[in-house]
């Protein structure tokens, strides 16, 4: 599985923008996939996560209400929409893939076998 990430940029705050995971290689419903972001001196942080054909979506609390995640198999790619961006929004946002066994511990980047090379997002004040 390879993943590629695109859709970031520099928005205001207040605005929005959808990242887009564009997945190639065999994947199965089994897989999960997450988005994690990671901030200049920071770790990098769970923000969501969803399985790959679609289902229950689990949100960090800092963008529950915020942010949506959607799996869209047919179209090969995972979306994080993200609105109402915040400063603290700013951050190098990876996609993931899970071989997600049961319990899924989504929010935790060891449950991550594969990792996309992330996108800038810049939120200004």
């Known amino acids: 599985v390879q993943l590629i990430e695109s859709g970031g940029g520099l928005m205001q705050a207040g605005g929005s923008l959808r990242l887009s995971c564009a997945v190639s290689?065999?994947?199965?419903?089994?897989?999960?996939m997450g988005w994690f972001r990671q901030a200049p001196g920071k770790e990098r942080d769970f923000v969501a996560a969803i399985p790959w054909g679609g289902g229950d979506t689990y949100y960090a609390d800092s963008v529950k209400g915020r942010f949506t995640i959607s799996s869209e198999a047919a179209e090969n790619t995972v979306y994080l929409q993200m609105n109402s961006l915040k400063p603290e929004d700013t951050a190098v946002y990876y996609c993931?893939?899970?071989?997600?066994?049961?319990?899924?511990?989504?929010?935790?980047?060891?449950?991550?076998?594969?990792w996309g090379q992330g996108t800038q997002v810049t939120v200004s004040s």
């Open positions: 993931a893939a899970s071989r997600r066994v049961t319990p899924w511990y989504y929010a935790r980047r060891s449950e991550y076998e594969t």
């Open positions: 290689g065999r994947t199965s419903n089994r897989y999960g």
